[in-house]
């Protein structure tokens, strides 16, 4: 399958390295196409934005990128054939959050992965925030805490398409 895998993890070192040399090691291993929302944007334009000073001609610059980043990150929703969600952090990303909503609405099935052991849910029942997790569970999905629950829920979806 073409998964688009969305999640914060591409904004810290040590969630780059997690995303790079664990996360998708795994999807592809497991014979998935990776769609890598922090690859579908030229890189090096992303790079020589943010290595700009701060100020007006960086900000001008991010301004022009940015709807770029949002074309590109939509169109990869769009040809993906299901979504991975990192859901870690105290609460779920909201650019994640939005990828989640979108695919939903769109038909495609999202699994979630959930490595944090924080709390980080409305209520006792509840792994995530209540609507983000209604989403993934409605979709056919499930939300895994471990890489080898992803691959097996992966496999799940495969078989229900």
Request: contains cysteine; glycine residues 10%.
């Amino acid at each position: 399958m073409k998964i688009y895998l969305a999640g914060p993890v591409g904004f810290s070192a040590a969630g780059r390295d997690f995303h790079d040399h664990r996360l998708i090691p795994e999807l592809e291993q497991a014979g998935h196409t990776v769609l890598d929302p922090w690859k579908l944007t030229d890189p090096e334009k992303v790079a020589a934005v943010r290595g700009l000073p701060s100020g007006p001609d960086r900000r001008e610059a991010w301004r022009v990128l940015n709807p770029e980043i949002g074309r590109s990150n939509h169109a990869g929703l769009d040809r993906c054939d299901a979504v991975v969600a990192v859901l870690d952090g105290v609460d779920v990303d909201s650019g994640t959050a939005s990828e989640i909503g979108y695919a939903f609405a769109r038909g495609k099935p999202i699994v979630g992965y959930r490595g944090d052991l924080r709390l980080s849910a409305d209520n006792e029942a509840l792994t995530v925030n209540l609507q983000v997790e209604y989403f993934i569970r409605a979709s056919s999905g499930d939300i895994v805490s471990t890489l080898d629950q992803l691959s097996g829920a992966l496999a799940g979806l495969k078989l229900a398409q």
